[in-house]
């Protein structure tokens, strides 16, 4: 094993023992142009305590890190927080070269463990509210279903005043700077809010429930140390705020209209919208599916109280760069959200249909009429455009006012 890494102390017990992922770029779907981290952390009680691992090819990392501050066959009691593989991956491994004497994971998290590794090894159920002793101090664990998948938890060191978040208040973002006070907020913000439209955003009703149960718990946090990206311990109402908004989907006077072009012409179409949606006062972002990554979009989406949709038709369908945005849009499920429809097509128009039942499936409310043109928009087409625009623009200033 390496020794080239070292723990980073996360309080008076807790050393942070992951890894830095410099090179990923895409993350089931997900464009990570900044990379990540998968976070571990170690616990330091009588009986240490591992909580999660990271992806499988960087376990010598981890356990390099580890090594830094305790031998890790020391190791009494392995956490598995979330069952997904960037957080697993070497889970088996690690088990099998420490030899803990217990792994804890939630119901769900056991029977996905069992799924995803096939391995007779016992893992120990731990239940919504149950404590664990780790000898001198205790362990706390909080049911987080879906937030990412049904096995995830939380866990929450008491002595320390850490909660073990797992995906939830993270972002990807690969740095050495540990903490959110080493890292300027609007760079904290962006990353969160990224991840957040692109990972936790169609989970957001449970989301509010878990911000309220944390907040009912009567746990004195005062650090969150997620699984990816940096741990928040300057301001934690940062991070907790940008939740409660980002999961009651709050709208602001922002389109964002989305398009894919052939020949140029559904492209001139989304470019007359957009004018005329600026000259109403409200913020645009012009987004051509062969520029802008799916995350982007997702990104821009997240706050925005318009979505306007526009493709031409290509054999019978929309353009399938464009059926990969708004496939993976109405996965992640972005609601409150009003609407319209634009294209351009040579001779039958499907696109048009298309995009219409997308939105009506994600439940947008189309408050203009779709407007379409065979070939190549003129003056009039153009007007009919900026009257959508236009259209679009009241009743989000009708709205949001
Ligand atoms: Fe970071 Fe849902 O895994």
């Given at each position: 094993?390496?020794?080239?890494?070292?723990?980073?102390?996360?309080?008076?017990?807790?050393?942070?023992?992951?890894?830095?992922?410099?090179?990923?770029?895409?993350?089931?779907?997900?464009?990570?142009?900044?990379?990540?981290?998968?976070?571990?952390?170690?616990?330091?009680?009588?009986?240490?305590?591992?909580?999660?691992?990271?992806?499988?090819?960087?376990?010598?990392?981890?356990?390099?890190?580890?090594?830094?501050?305790?031998?890790?066959?020391?190791?009494?009691?392995?956490?598995?927080?979330?069952?997904?593989?960037?957080?697993?991956?070497?889970?088996?491994?690690?088990?099998?070269?420490?030899?803990?004497?217990?792994?804890?994971?939630s119901a769900m998290g056991v029977k996905a463990l069992g799924e995803i590794f096939h391995k007779n090894n016992s893992?120990?159920?731990?239940?919504?509210?149950?404590?664990?002793?780790?000898?001198?101090?205790?362990?706390?664990?909080?049911?987080?279903?879906?937030?990412?998948?049904?096995?995830?938890?939380?866990?929450?060191?008491?002595?320390?005043?850490?909660?073990?978040?797992?995906?939830?208040?993270?972002?990807?973002?690969?740095?050495?700077?540990?903490?959110?006070?080493?890292?300027?907020?609007?760079?904290?913000?962006?990353?969160?809010?990224?991840?957040?439209?692109?990972?936790?955003?169609?989970?957001?009703?449970?989301?509010?429930?878990?911000?309220?149960?944390?907040?009912?718990?009567?746990?004195?946090?005062?650090?969150?140390?997620?699984?990816?990206?940096?741990?928040?311990?300057?301001?934690?109402?940062?991070?907790?705020?940008?939740?409660?908004?980002?999961?009651?989907?709050?709208?602001?006077?922002?389109?964002?209209?989305?398009?894919?072009?052939?020949?140029?012409?559904?492209?001139?179409?989304?470019?007359?919208?957009?004018?005329?949606?600026?000259?109403?006062?409200?913020?645009?972002?012009?987004?051509?599916?062969?520029?802008?990554?799916?995350?982007?979009?997702?990104?821009?989406?997240?706050?925005?109280?318009?979505?306007?949709?526009?493709?031409?038709?290509?054999?019978?369908?929309?353009?399938?760069?464009?059926?990969?945005?708004?496939?993976?849009?109405?996965?992640?499920?972005?609601?409150?959200?009003?609407?319209?429809?634009?294209?351009?097509?040579?001779?039958?128009?499907?696109?048009?249909?298309?995009?219409?039942?997308?939105?009506?499936?994600?439940?947008?409310?189309?408050?203009?009429?779709?407007?379409?043109?065979?070939?190549?928009?003129?003056?009039?087409?153009?007007?009919?455009?900026?009257?959508?625009?236009?259209?679009?623009?009241?009743?989000?200033?009708?709205?949001?006012?």
């Open positions: 094993m390496t020794n080239i890494y070292q723990a980073v102390k996360v309080s008076e017990h807790v050393y942070w023992v992951g890894a830095i992922d410099w090179a990923i770029r895409d993350f089931h779907g997900y464009t990570t142009p900044h990379g990540s981290t998968y976070n571990a952390y170690l616990v330091m009680a009588d009986k240490i305590t591992l909580i999660d691992t990271v992806k499988a090819p960087f376990m010598d990392e981890m356990l390099s890190r580890i090594a830094s501050v305790v031998d890790p066959s020391k190791i009494d009691y392995i956490i598995s927080n979330h069952s997904e593989q960037d957080h697993t991956g070497c889970l088996w491994q690690v088990a099998e070269l420490v030899k803990p004497e217990k792994i804890f994971a893992i120990e159920t731990v239940k919504d509210g149950q404590s664990l002793s780790l000898g001198n101090m205790d362990l706390k664990f909080m049911e987080t279903r879906m937030i990412h998948w049904p096995d995830s938890m939380f866990s929450y060191l008491e002595k320390d005043g850490v909660l073990f978040s797992q995906d939830a208040f993270g972002m990807h973002l690969a740095t050495f700077e540990r903490f959110d006070d080493e890292l300027a907020a609007d760079m904290l913000e962006y990353e969160a809010a990224t991840y957040y439209a692109n990972i936790v955003l169609p989970f957001s009703a449970q989301v509010l429930k878990t911000l309220e149960k944390v907040a009912a718990s009567g746990w004195t946090i005062k650090i969150i140390a997620p699984d990816h990206g940096p741990v928040w311990r300057k301001d934690l109402n940062f991070i907790l705020n940008l939740y409660n908004k980002w999961a009651r989907q709050v709208r602001v006077k922002k389109a964002v209209v989305v398009y894919a072009t052939m020949w140029h012409s559904t492209e001139m179409m989304a470019k007359a919208i957009a004018e005329s949606l600026a000259e109403e006062g409200i913020r645009v972002k012009l987004l051509n599916v062969d520029d802008a990554h799916r995350s982007e979009v997702l990104y821009e989406v997240l706050e925005a109280g318009a979505l306007i949709a526009g493709s031409p038709t290509l054999n019978n369908h929309m353009m399938p760069q464009m059926a990969d945005v708004m496939t993976y849009m109405k996965g992640l499920k972005p609601a409150n959200l009003t609407g319209a429809v634009f294209g351009s097509f040579g001779w039958s128009g499907e696109s048009l249909k298309d995009l219409e039942a997308t939105l009506a499936a994600m439940k947008v409310e189309i408050v203009a009429d779709t407007v379409s043109v065979r070939h190549v928009p003129d003056g009039d087409v153009l007007n009919k455009c900026r009257e959508l625009g236009k259209t679009v623009a009241a009743q989000l200033n009708k709205r949001l006012s």
